[in-house]
């Protein structure tokens, strides 16, 4: 088809035209930075954690006395929590995740670096760390008994002489430390100028918080310091899906008889996969709330394009007439509407695409949004021209469908 007519047309219409274009390259940089932080929190919410999330539960104690022994009180405590029926293990430990506060240390590759390569998460990892989680092991084994060590007394007297020998890493982990590498028996610098071997690697631990892009959610270390219940107050205990509220509420009861100098934290007392839902529960607010400004702006756009190829069909009834009567088709008068529209669609999603760049590089600088993929342009302008083509069907048909000889009485 010859679009030199249309060009022609649209000329004679420039406000017209250059507001659907303005509405049309709008929604196109909104809808393509939406679909975008969409995805982002969906990401999120369905991320791995890589613990046995349903068979978990969590008691958090806060300790209101002046408890010397923290330590001996918590190896009672862990036995027994170990002691009720349904428990598989238990363990206790100084974060967990799906909160929203976690512990943060530099990584260094070479003692004498000064800049840190990395900030990792690190979980102090009491005995049966690795069962009562449900971790995964890939590559490398467990801590052994001789590896574990005070965490009360390594943090009292941290200094360049103290450290913690080995560690186990996350495979995301290990994979930006040492790419392309095993990363059994290499060592990093975290907490002091003492080197930690890796002895072992698990495929996911996440962070506690949201700290990191998708890929540093997972920057985790452990390290075999047994914790007592003050560095967290985390009791995590693994038991049957179908037995944590009835172990839940034994562990509180145990824990409150094994001292009344504590409290036991109500609202932080639930299992795993109550934490996991309430911690997404804001991106996944956002999701439904973007996703339903994308709806309305979509449908916004579809009704401003039904209505000027209405007013157009209604302008241009005697030109069409004089079409028909000249022997024009009513596909050929369909599909001048048809490619019209699309002009007009393709320029205001060029437009859209520099806006949707735009406005990525403002939330970039604002709020650390991550760069807008380029899959997002295409997505986006595949959505508005197939849009376009839909709602301009029907004010397209019917001035398709003008027979000629009304149109010519229509003068």
């Known amino acids: 088809m010859d679009i030199r007519p249309i060009l022609s047309t649209l000329m004679r219409h420039k406000t017209a035209a250059s507001l659907i274009v303005i509405e049309i390259a709008l929604t196109c940089a909104i809808i393509c930075n939406a679909l975008f932080m969409i995805s982002d929190r969906l990401t999120q919410i369905r991320e791995v954690s890589g613990l046995a999330e349903d068979q978990l539960v ?19 405590d862990l036995a027994a929590l170990r002691g009720i029926p349904g428990v598989k293990d238990a363990t206790v430990l100084n974060q967990v995740p799906f909160v929203n506060s976690s512990w943060n240390s530099g990584v260094r590759l070479k003692q004498e670096q ?42 009292d007297g941290l200094s360049g002489d103290d450290g913690v ?32 071997r890796v002895v072992g690697v698990v495929e996911h631990l996440v962070r506690p ?9 997972e920057y985790t270390m452990v390290f075999p310091l047994r914790a007592h219940y003050n560095l967290g107050g985390n009791y995590v205990i693994r038991t049957d899906p179908d037995r944590r509220s009835e172990v839940l509420a034994a562990a509180k009861k145990v824990l409150q008889a094994n001292g009344a ?14 934490l996991r839902r309430e911690f997404y529960q804001a991106p996944r607010a956002m999701a439904w709330l973007l996703g339903i400004v994308c709806v309305f702006l979509l449908l916004i756009t579809a009704l401003g394009i039904i209505g000027l190829a209405s007013f157009w069909v209604q302008q241009r009834t005697k030109q069409i007439g004089v079409r028909r009567a000249l022997g024009a088709t009513r596909g050929q008068i369909l599909r001048y509407f048809q490619t019209e529209n699309f002009l007009l669609a393709s320029i205001g999603i060029a ?27 295409p997505a986006g302008a595949v959505l508005l021209w197939l849009l376009g083509q839909l709602a301009v069907w029907a004010p397209a048909r019917r001035a398709a469908s003008i027979p000629p000889a009304v149109a010519t009485r229509s003068v």
């Open 114 to 155: 000064q800049q840190s390569t990395l900030s990792a998460t690190t979980y102090m990892a009491e005995d049966q760390f690795v069962e009562t989680l449900g971790l995964k092991l890939v590559a490398g084994r467990d801590f052994n008994p001789e590896e574990y060590r005070d965490a009360a007394s390594l943090l």
């Open 165 to 196: 020998p080995v560690a186990i890493i996350t495979r995301a982990l290990a994979d930006k430390l040492y790419p392309g590498e095993d990363p059994i028996g290499k060592s990093f610098y975290s907490w002091s100028d003492k080197p930690t």
């Open 209 to 217: 918080s949201q700290q990191g892009g998708p890929g540093a959610r």
């Open 351 to 377: 437009l859209g695409m520099l806006l949707a760049f735009a406005i990525n590089q403002l939330l970039m600088g604002k709020y650390e949004m991550a760069r807008l993929p380029l899959f997002y342009l």
């Open 58 to 76: 969590r008691v958090q104690i806060l300790s209101i006395g002046s408890d010397k022994d923290q330590a001996a009180r918590t190896r009672t």
């Open 261 to 274: 100098d504590r409290i036991i934290l109500e609202d932080n007392s639930k299992t795993f996969e109550q």
